[in-house]
Every structure is written in C-alpha cells, then in structure tokens.
C-alpha cells in the first residue's frame, strides 16, 4: 500500500473485507426475487406499478418511517372535527394579549 501525502497526514484506521460471494455482495440481506427483476429495469423505464412495489419495498425496511407510522396510529382524533377548531380558538383567545391584559 502506498500512501502519498506530506508527513503530517496518516491513514488512521481502515478496515478490508473479504469474501469468496460474487457480486453483487447485498450488505442487509437478500432482496426479494420480484424486486431485484424490476431493478434490473433502467428506471425511466419501469410501469407504475413496479415503482410502486420498489417504494413499497424501501419503506418496509426504514425502521424510523415504521416507528413513525406506529406512533400516528396511536394518535387520538376528535369524533368531531369541530372540537379540534373550538380547542385552537379558545388557546389563542387565551393567549392573546388582551385577554392576558384583561385577566
């Protein structure tokens, strides 16, 4: 290995793999069949429908849009889109500075 730089710059730490798998070598386990023939489609070329199933795939395997989606889930929603509207109208009325000067 030949490192050419002035003497004030080292390596530090690198690290090689090795492996006897032919490319290419998939780092988070296998992609399904089905997936990997719409990959080899160029992108521009690919139906909507196997757009779809691409970002369907990605997004199964994104733990924070998972965790995101599990916690809209847990959201309470007003059985009365009203009641949402007479929340946000009374916090500003109460928080304007009228009120606060009157009060």
């Known amino acids: 290995m030949l490192?050419?730089?002035n003497k004030d710059h080292s390596i530090g730490k690198f690290r090689i793999s090795v492996t006897t798998t032919?490319?290419?070598?998939?780092?988070?386990?296998?992609?399904?069949?089905q997936i990997s023939k719409i990959l080899d489609v160029p992108?521009?070329?690919?139906?909507?429908?196997?757009?779809?199933?691409?970002?369907n795939y990605y997004r199964s395997l994104d733990q924070e849009l998972?965790?995101?989606?599990r916690?809209?889930?847990?959201l309470v929603v007003p059985a009365d889109a009203r009641t949402?509207?007479?929340?946000?109208?009374?916090?500003?009325?109460?928080?304007?500075?009228?009120?606060l000067f009157n009060h």
């Open 3 to 5: 490192h050419k730089s």
């Open 43 to 55: 992108a521009d070329k690919r139906t909507p429908e196997q757009k779809t199933a691409v970002m």
């Open 84 to 99: 949402m509207g007479a929340q946000d109208l009374a916090w500003a009325l109460i928080n304007s500075p009228a009120f």
């Open 22 to 33: 032919r490319p290419p070598v998939l780092l988070q386990g296998q992609v399904p069949a």
């Open 66 to 69: 998972a965790r995101l989606q």
């Open 71 to 74: 916690r809209v889930g847990e």
